[in-house]
Each structure stands twice: as C-alpha cells, then as structure tokens.
C-alpha cells in the first residue's frame, strides 16, 4: 500500500501536465461565470502581469480570502523587515482583498496551476527565496518543484484537522512522499504539530494562530457614517459569512425577535456574495416592497427594510462595527465555521453555531472563558441574540472576556519569523 501510495504523487504531476488541454478549457469557463479574472489569466499559466522587485524575494501563497487574511500580519512583518514580499492566492475575491490590503514592497498575483511547464514559468521570473505556505495550501508539483531548485518550502499557520489527517492516513507512501519534502512546518496547535509529523514532516514547531495578530478590519468611514444615519438608531445585528441554510433559521431568529423589537434590522452578509440575490428572493418571495434590501443594487435601507444582504466584497467591518451582536456563520450547518476573531476586534458580542471544527481550539478557549455563546438552531439563535440586545453590558462583558483570550495568544508572527529568518535569505536593498 506505501509504495503505491508514493506512487501516486509521480501520477499527479503526469495527470496535470496531459490534461493541460483540459484544463484551459476550464479556466476559459470559470473566467465566463465570474470565477477568474480574464484580463489576468495568465497568470494561472505562469506568465507575471507586474514587474518583479529588485532583490530578496519571499513567495506567500494562501488559498483564499480567509488565508490571505490571516497571513496580512507575517506579510506585514516580512515586508518592514526589507524584504519582498509575493502572494499569491486562487480566487478573485482573495485577489481584491490583497489588492486593497497587501502593504508597500507587497504584489499580489494569482497562483499558477500545479503542473511542470506552468511552475517552470513562474520560478523562473520570480526566483523567490523561500516559498510559505499558509495553513494547509500544500500542491504536490509545486513542492516537489521547489525541493528540485532548492527553494525552503514551509508551511506557516499550519492547520491539520482530524478528517485531513485521516484521509492522508490511507496513503501512507504518498503522504511521506509530499510531507517528508517539506522543509519545515509551524502548526497552529499541538495536534496540529502531531499530525504533521505523523505526516512526515521533520522540523515542526508550535507558533500559535497568526489569526490573533491580525489588525482590527479596515472601514470606509464614509460608508460607516451613511449606514448609521441609515439605521437613524434602530436596533440591529449581523449574520455574518452565512451558508446555504443558515439565512432560512436567521429569518426564523428575525420573527421571533421582531415580537420585541419591531423596527429590528438584521445584516445578512454571505460568505459567497454572489448568493446575495438568491437570499433576497428566500427572504421576500414575492418580491413585494422594500422589506429586504440588496447592497449590490444599492437599495436603500428604508423604515420598512427588515432585512439588508450585504453581497459585496471587504465590507464586513462596516456591519461588525454596526452591531452590539455578531452571529457567526458556517457553523449552524456542517461547514467547519468561520473566524471569530473579525467581529471580536470590533466590539460586537459572537455568538456561534455548534460546528467550528474549523476553529476548534479558539472556539473552546472563547467558550472556557465566557466569551461566546453556542447555540444550535434557529430557535436558540433568537433566544441568544435577544439576551445580548436586551442586556448590552452582558454583551459588552462578553467582549472583555473574548479579547482577553486573544490577548494571550497573540505574538505568532514573532514566533514564526523566528523560525522562518534562517531560511529567508537577506533583505533587500528597498530596506535601507
């Protein structure tokens, strides 16, 4: 079984460089359904859209919006340090928060495809010196790519779950064959850490979460002061990064509540913006008057707006900075949960459904400390919110609690970098 499982990694990269053909076709009808950009597509083959920085260069790569976000704070610190920074990520809507995000000495790119002559491409121009990867973005070619040109590849903010772990359990050959070429790993946890050795990974460190290091999310404060005087005092919250599921027992929550607050308006911000029409419809079938709102049509929230779906890209802020109450989504349905950490840093109370296996470890924290509150259906989800809308200095101790927890697990860039400098090669001239 090891021997064929090592195998397969051979496979893959032959797989990917046969069925290049294929795969234009692909990206010719993701880019037609929103889900490339077409005047960078190129990029996805290896060719650069911007010119590469004179010096030391270190390549960041994270998967998508969450990844890129958590990897800001390293980025950050790499770039203050003098060197170069490229990240590169895999969807539009992680490109246009690099985009507004990314700081000076910072370009951002969109990842070229797992296969040889693609990679071959993109090392070639950009010859980084150390290759990141962050939490669990790990491709087979590339890694195996980057150990031929004797590029350290790391994975920082390591992530493992349970499911992962065992899936690469079943192919012991292959995960030793792609685990054992990495040059160094830093978990988030120490399961984490175990899994990954489990893996076959050498040099495994513990550095924390770079989650917690994360700056409060930018405003516009323009749009922030547009919303207030929309809302002209009326009582909110916010469902925030909602799945398929969760908007139908978020509406059931708005009923209950609207018994006591009758001028109740609740933020709807999906995790897939485009889905904001589909919610509009669920939440107003008939499509009747002006009781739910479209932020991409740029409805206006009226008196009579119970509802307002914010499908739009980097505004979450805005809606965490409205509301005394943020519930959390992904978690009333099976996807894992999403970042707790966002609404905290700007002073609104978490409340979060049961299946955070995504955020295990700050989810158990925040609950061990009193800074959160679990619920399980629409019906707790309306009991909740309406304890923290009715008691604000329950919610406001609420927050305390939960950004007490973050404090103490704060400092993983420092602890990174540490283990990252050895292999990072000098600092660029920008520096001085």
């Not at 200095?393 to 609420?398: D, L, V």
Request: with cysteine; net charge neutral.
């Amino acid at each position: 079984m090891a021997d064929a499982g090592g195998g397969l990694l051979p496979l893959w990269r032959y797989a990917g460089f046969v069925a290049r053909p294929a795969l234009k076709l692909v990206l010719a009808v993701r880019t037609a359904n929103g889900k490339e950009d077409p005047a960078r597509r190129g990029e996805r083959f290896g060719r650069a859209s911007v010119p590469r920085p004179t010096g030391n260069l270190v390549w960041v790569h994270a998967a998508s919006v969450g990844e890129i976000t958590a990897a800001l704070p390293l980025v950050e610190a790499l770039t203050a340090r003098g060197h170069n920074v490229l990240a590169t990520t895999g969807t539009v809507t992680s490109a246009r928060v690099a985009a507004e995000r990314l700081p000076a000495g910072a370009v951002h790119q969109f990842v070229p495809l797992d296969i040889v002559p693609y990679l071959s491409r993109f090392l070639d121009y950009w010859r980084p010196s150390a290759a990141l990867f962050v939490e669990s973005e790990i491709w087979p070619t590339t890694i195996g790519e980057l150990e031929r040109r004797g590029i350290p590849r790391i994975v920082v903010n390591g992530r493992m779950s349970e499911r992962s772990h065992g899936g690469w359990r079943r192919w012991p050959g292959a995960a030793r064959a792609l685990f054992g070429e990495l040059t160094a790993c830093l978990a988030q946890t120490s399961a984490d850490a175990e899994r990954f050795s489990d893996l076959g990974v050498k040099n495994v460190h513990i550095s924390g979460n770079l989650k917690f290091d994360v700056a409060p999310l930018p405003i516009d404060e323009a749009e922030l002061a547009a919303l207030k005087a929309a809302l002209n005092g009326r009582p909110c919250w916010v469902a925030a990064s909602t799945h398929a599921g969760e908007e139908d027992m978020v509406a059931f929550a708005h009923a209950r509540l609207s018994a006591r607050w009758p001028d109740l308006l609740t933020f709807v911000v999906p995790r897939h913006p485009e889905r904001g029409p589909a919610i509009a419809q669920r939440l107003n079938p008939a499509g009747q008057g002006d009781s739910v709102a479209l932020r991409s049509r740029r409805d206006p929230i009226t008196p009579n707006t119970r509802f307002y779906v914010a499908d739009s890209i980097g505004e979450i802020g805005l809606f965490f900075r409205l509301s005394p109450v943020a519930f959390v989504g992904g978690s009333l349905v099976d996807i894992g949960g999403h970042n707790p950490i966002e609404p905290i840093r700007l002073d609104a109370a978490v409340v979060s459904g049961p299946h955070v296996a995504n955020f295990r470890s700050i989810y158990a924290d925040l609950g061990n400390a009193g800074g959160i509150v679990s619920v399980e259906d629409g019906d707790m989800l309306a009991h909740a919110v309406g304890g923290l809308l009715s008691d604000p200095k329950s919610a406001q101790a609420s927050v305390a609690l939960a950004k007490a927890v973050l404090d103490q697990h704060s400092g993983s860039v420092d602890r990174t970098l540490d283990v990252l400098t050895p292999f990072l090669g000098p600092a660029s001239e920008r520096a001085a």
